[in-house]
């Protein structure tokens, strides 16, 4: 391929989160050409290949996977086939952008990892909020220093209301891995990891509870329910990370909670000089000068191109220029290596230290 050859692009997965990367990698054309889609519901990749002009239909996954034509693949499809799809397109020559979570679980991840060792091709894992502009401002001042030392963070995702498409995919755990944990947790952890400089995890205490979807309450408006289907994923899941420099993360996240709070996702960060905080689209800078406290607020510009297209930019960099990805397949490892940890930790009450052997 050469620097000035377009990237084309296999989408597996033409559903919502689909539909987002099909907007977004549209915006660079000059760079990339979706040049190929399918999805379970053909007729769905049906339908967006002639919205977007997607010349290719595939019948299957593997038979985009295997196309001469593809560079690289978007895996946007259910939780469980995140893992096997990621694995065959590296070993079919193609790079990888994968939907959160990497994998169902941390076995599931460590295939992937090894096999991007193997076939050396680009693996990133789909996490847009660490490219928002707020978290790229604090990022920016905490490597200048301007926070200091960080040893602690807070980061959680309260949703009061908002259990998805209950007895679907979404809230069956071998299908999908867990629930809020896994589904909005991991973004949270990947997010407080990036402004906290990547430290190593080595151990974690946590605890889930499932007392709203077992009863059918706490149902949100995203998804169709299958009242004949199966919940038994937690509905929330609280826990403390240990790192190997000694700093410390609470995590907590709910699709369902009897709690008057804002649903927007938070971080607070502390340092030894200053410390930030973030939720959704506001946040603040927490220092103290003279003696006397100083908050500077931030709020992102309502002209921002938005984290998804810094992603997206992102990715196709990586390829071209051989990068190691922001959103690596390591950092997806991480994530699962805690979100197991967690589940297994609330089973056991037990705190549990994380096993990075591959």
């Known amino acids: 391929m050469g620097s000035s050859d377009k990237i084309r692009i296999g989408l597996i997965g033409a559903g919502n989160i689909g539909n987002v990367h099909l907007q977004e990698f549209g915006k660079l054309g000059e ?33 985009l996977i295997e196309r001469s034509d593809v560079d690289a693949v978007i895996v946007a499809v259910p939780n469980q086939s995140h893992a096997p799809l990621t694995i065959q397109a590296l070993q079919s020559g193609k790079h990888v952008l994968v939907e959160k979570p990497m994998g169902l679980n941390s076995e599931a991840a460590k295939d992937i990892v090894r096999a991007q060792k193997k076939y050396g091709k680009t693996v990133m894992v789909a996490h847009q909020m660490r490219w928002e502009w707020l978290p790229l401002q604090v990022k920016s001042q905490i490597e200048q220093g301007e926070l200091g030392n960080i040893y602690t963070a807070k980061t959680g995702w309260y949703r009061r209301k908002g259990i ?9 755990k071998e299908l999908s891995g867990g629930g809020p944990l896994i589904d909005i947790g991991v973004h949270m952890l990947d997010l407080a990891f990036f402004l906290m400089g990547e430290p190593k995890p080595i151990s974690v205490y946590g605890a889930t509870y499932a007392e709203f979807g077992p009863r059918k309450k706490g149902i949100g408006t995203w998804g169709k329910p299958d009242w004949n289907g199966v919940y038994d994923v937690e509905d929330l899941a609280t826990a403390m990370i240990k790192m190997e420099n000694g700093a410390t993360l609470t995590l907590e996240v709910s699709w369902a909670v009897h709690m008057n709070t804002d649903s927007s996702p938070f971080v607070h960060i502390m340092g030894s000089e200053g410390g930030a905080y973030l939720r959704g689209n506001e946040g603040m800078f927490l220092t103290e000068k003279f003696d006397r406290t100083v908050d500077v607020p931030l709020k992102a510009p309502e002209d921002d191109e938005g984290g998804r297209i810094r992603l997206s930019r992102h990715f196709l960099e990586c390829i071209r220029e051989g990068k190691t990805p922001w959103t690596s397949a390591e950092t997806g490892l991480r994530s699962n290596l805690i979100i197991d940890a967690i589940y297994e930790s609330s089973r056991t009450g037990r705190e549990v230290k994380l096993d990075w052997s591959l």
């Open 164 to 172: 998805p498409g209950w007895g679907t995919w979404f809230t069956r």
């Open 31 to 63: 760079e990339c050409e979706i040049v190929a889609i399918t999805d379970a519901y053909l007729p769905l990749a049906e339908q967006r290949a002639q919205q977007y002009g997607i010349r290719t239909v595939a019948p299957s996954p593997e038979a």
